[in-house]
Nanobody
Framework: QVQLVESGGGLLQAGGSLRLSCTAS????????MAWFRQAPGKEREFVAA??????YYADSVKGRFTISRDNAKNTMYLQMSSLKSDDTAVYSC???????????????????WGQGTQVTVAS
């Protein structure tokens, strides 16, 4: 069982930067594939980025602007976001999976554990 808690959301102007954190409870954090998803108002939840044993994957919409990283000693994953746009406004949630295969990284159904989400609002 893994419990995830996100932090770092907020309100900022377009073009700004923000770092989200996701801290996990329990052991074996390093064994989990960790991911970020987001859900904008009126839209379905979408994949943002994932870290699978050190390999990183990004949605095309954030590639080059967002960076996922993790500190296994701290049981924490990060999402560094830069050049933010109003389209990035969403609730950002972290997720964990012990068994997801690479081809399913972008599917929220592949993740068993979820945080409560943190709001990111980008004003244009």
């Amino acid at each position: 069982q893994v419990q995830l808690v996100e932090s770092g959301g907020g309100l900022l102007q377009a073009g700004g930067s923000l770092r989200l954190s996701c801290t996990a409870s329990g052991s074996a954090f390093s064994r989990y594939t960790m991911a970020w998803f987001r859900q904008a108002p009126g839209k379905e939840r979408e994949f943002v980025a994932a870290d699978k044993r050190g390999s990183r994957y990004y949605a095309d919409s954030v590639k080059g602007r967002f960076t996922i990283s993790r500190d296994n000693a701290k049981n924490t994953m990060y999402l560094q976001m830069s050049s933010l746009k109003s389209d990035d406004t969403a609730v950002y949630s972290c997720a964990a999976s012990g068994t997801v295969i690479t081809s399913n990284l972008g599917s929220d159904a592949a993740y068993a554990y979820w945080g409560q989400g943190t709001q990111v609002t980008v004003a244009s």
